[in-house]
């Protein structure tokens, strides 16, 4: 038995397992380089079917061993595996085999602080301990179910294995002493299993950056039953000594003898893990079956033929920019489309290999038509491309926005952006994308409000003067709208809510920001807040706390005013209680200091409360 003894101190070196591990992401990392450029010379192909036969090498930890046995001062650390798998794949089925290598090894839980030997009446302090890693190989077949896409490049199975599994070593054995006297604290047998019927299931991603190779992740759960633990040369599988803490804070035992054990625990082994590795396959491609009645006839080489190609711009008539994003449709005389596709970062699409003929060429941006262009027959060129624009004349100005979370770079998906008009309080609604973009079409002289609307968001609203731009310079109104995330009890600050030297009247500066607030109840009904004024240090204390209460006060009228119920809002005035910086009483500061704060707040009270 090969034995390993604990150390307190030591460096640390690869073993020859994780060489292997480490070596096969090396290979995976190389592979996807040459996959990638593979498939850039290849080029487009047919779609590949699911059909097939894969094959997969992996590395990866078992991350949540369990071994059941009769000792019970131990536990078992998570270990490097590999493995390998073949299998035939139908369209939605597939059966294969699996080949797994685990490695575990046991660690010592039989505390070594003040153990006390209660027999020859001494403090243990010189222990050893002796443990053997476990190896476990498994070996199964069995049924799959998997998704592949259209284009053959990513799958998703869901396998299920049966079969075999070889179990060696894990034996441990800790030993204590004082002077010639040695005593075994802990011990187990470890495990001699040949064939211990096992199970797994797995769950697997897979992507292809070509037709042959690709890479794979994914997780396991495996289980073998009734594994019986190892008999050592002492005749008993596992021992340990009972111990309880005595009155001087020491373990003592509570017997003699050793507690051993001399029947085997048939139990389980179970883990979880995941893994990485490479994919290889030998797929089959979708045949497409023509009737011999449509089936082109033979076509020979040509070596002079003449080609031809069609490049389409797309611009603004107006700024004369380049519009990326563009939808083109090329359409014969008959109105069919036979070309399509949408402008590059440049505003450019080319269609290549076109057959000389008389054409309409549409353009759309964000649901606006361009206007079309012709291309006459007589214009092609021989080997060369034909240059057309389509030109973007509507005069309108495009609003293009981001919701992003106040005072950060993060997007907000899946919001609700509305553009209201101030004069007729008109609205119109848009959601934004996975990016936190948002489009919106601009009228000139149009005088707008723009904001914002999730649930527990409390939205900046932005005004937007169209006649601030010149339609003839810009095309693109580009803005930034921030949501700030209303959790209970969080103080959100108010921006310009001022008021008049020891007045509490709501000016008319301030309305907006109180409007703003109105908009984010209305847009949340069944939320309550809390709207807090704040003054600086100078003046009394008590002068001070009147004040701001009676500013919360007519804050709260004035939502009330706007239809908010008023038992929705709580008015606090908390004077110069809660100051934001040093202005304290006695201190000299500046006016902008003291401005600091004289502050109005709200935050959404916490249900319940």
């Known amino acids: 038995m090969q034995t390993k003894t604990l150390t307190l101190a030591g460096g640390y070196r690869l073993t020859g397992l994780q060489h292997i591990c480490c070596l096969i992401f090396s290979v995976v990392l190389l592979l996807l380089s040459m996959g990638v450029f593979a498939q850039t010379l290849q080029g487009v192909k047919e779609p590949i079917s699911g059909k097939g036969f894969r094959f997969g090498l992996n590395g990866g930890y078992d991350l949540f061993p369990d071994y059941k046995n009769n000792t019970p001062y131990i536990r078992y650390q998570g270990g490097l595996s590999t493995g390998a798998t073949a299998g035939y794949y139908w369209k939605w089925f597939s059966f294969g085999a699996d080949v797994d290598y685990i490695k575990n090894r046991p660690q010592n839980q039989y505390p070594t602080d003040s153990v006390f030997d209660p027999v020859n009446n001494f403090l243990i302090k010189d222990f050893t301990l002796q443990q053997q890693d476990i190896t476990r190989v498994f070996y199964g077949i069995g049924p799959g179910v998997h998704y592949t896409n259209r284009e053959g490049r990513f799958s998703v199975d869901l396998n299920g294995r049966a079969g075999f599994a070889s179990i060696k070593g894990g034996s441990l054995a800790l030993t204590g002493k004082n002077g010639s006297t040695e005593q075994v604290l802990n011990y187990h047998g470890?495990?001699?299993?040949?064939?211990?019927?096992?199970?797994?299931?797995?769950?697997?991603?897979?992507?292809?950056?070509?037709?042959?190779?690709?890479?794979?992740?994914?997780?396991?759960?495996?289980?073998?039953?009734?594994?019986?633990?190892?008999?050592?040369?002492?005749?008993?599988?596992?021992?340990?000594?009972?111990?309880?803490?005595?009155?001087?804070?020491?373990?003592?035992?509570?017997?003699?003898?050793?507690?051993?054990?001399?029947?085997?625990?048939?139990?389980?082994?179970?883990?979880?893990?995941?893994?990485?590795?490479?994919?290889?396959?030998?797929?089959?491609?979708?045949?497409?079956?023509?009737?011999?009645?449509?089936?082109?006839?033979?076509?020979?080489?040509?070596?002079?033929?003449?080609?031809?190609?069609?490049?389409?711009?797309?611009?603004?008539?107006?700024?004369?920019?380049?519009?990326?994003?563009?939808?083109?449709?090329?359409?014969?005389?008959?109105?069919?489309?036979?070309?399509?596709?949408?402008?590059?970062?440049?505003?450019?699409?080319?269609?290549?290999?076109?057959?000389?003929?008389?054409?309409?060429?549409?353009?759309?941006?964000?649901?606006?038509?361009?206007?079309?262009?012709?291309?006459?027959?007589?214009?092609?060129?021989?080997?060369?491309?034909?240059?057309?624009?389509?030109?973007?004349?509507?005069?309108?100005?495009?609003?293009?926005?981001?919701?992003?979370?106040?005072?950060?770079?993060?997007?907000?998906?899946?919001?609700?952006?509305?553009?209201?008009?101030r004069a007729s309080a008109v609205e119109k609604n848009t959601q934004t994308d996975n990016e936190g973009a948002f489009i919106f079409h601009l009228k000139q002289k149009a005088e707008m409000t723009v904001f914002g609307k999730k649930e527990k968001y409390f939205s900046q609203m932005v005004n937007i003067t169209a006649a601030d731009y010149n339609r003839n310079t810009t095309l693109f109104v580009k803005l930034e709208m921030c949501m700030e995330e209303t959790d209970c009890d969080k103080a959100i600050r108010l921006e310009n809510i001022h008021y008049d030297l020891d007045k509490y009247f709501i000016r008319e500066d301030a309305k907006p920001e109180l409007n703003r607030l109105v908009q984010f109840m209305n847009d949340n009904p069944g939320v309550r807040v809390e709207l807090s004024s704040h003054t600086d240090s100078r003046a009394s204390h008590a002068y001070n706390q009147r004040l701001s209460q009676n500013r919360a006060d007519a804050a709260k009228v004035y939502l009330v005013s706007k239809g908010i119920t008023a038992s929705r809002i709580v008015a606090k005035g908390y004077g110069e209680t809660r100051l934001l910086n040093r202005c304290a009483d006695g201190v000299t500061c500046s006016e902008v200091e003291h401005q600091f704060n004289r502050r109005t707040e709200m935050k959404v009270i916490c249900p319940g409360r």
């Open 190 to 421: 470890g495990y001699n299993i040949n064939n211990a019927l096992s199970f797994k299931g797995s769950l697997r991603a897979q992507y292809f950056f070509n037709d042959f190779i690709g890479m794979h992740v994914g997780a396991y759960y495996l289980r073998h039953l009734d594994t019986k633990d190892a008999v050592g040369p002492a005749g008993y599988s596992a021992a340990y000594r009972a111990f309880e803490p005595n009155g001087d804070g020491m373990r003592a035992f509570t017997e003699k003898d050793l507690k051993t054990i001399n029947k085997p625990c048939n139990c389980d082994i179970s883990s979880i893990g995941a893994y990485a590795g490479i994919s290889l396959r030998l797929p089959t491609r979708k045949k497409t079956k023509i009737p011999a009645s449509v089936a082109p006839a033979p076509v020979e080489p040509c070596n002079t033929c003449q080609v031809y190609a069609l490049a389409v711009t797309a611009r603004d008539q107006y700024t004369k920019e380049v519009l990326p994003h563009t939808d083109v449709a090329v359409k014969d005389a008959s109105g069919n489309v036979i070309r399509s596709g949408v402008t590059n970062a440049f505003g450019v699409i080319v269609f290549p290999n076109m057959t000389p003929g008389s054409y309409v060429i549409n353009g759309k941006l964000y649901n606006v038509d361009l206007a079309p262009a012709q291309a006459a027959k007589n214009e092609f060129i021989a080997n060369g491309t034909l240059q057309k624009e389509l030109l973007y004349t509507d005069q309108n100005f495009i609003l293009k926005g981001n919701a992003v979370v106040c005072n950060t770079a993060t997007a907000l998906p899946g919001a609700t952006v509305v553009l209201r008009d």
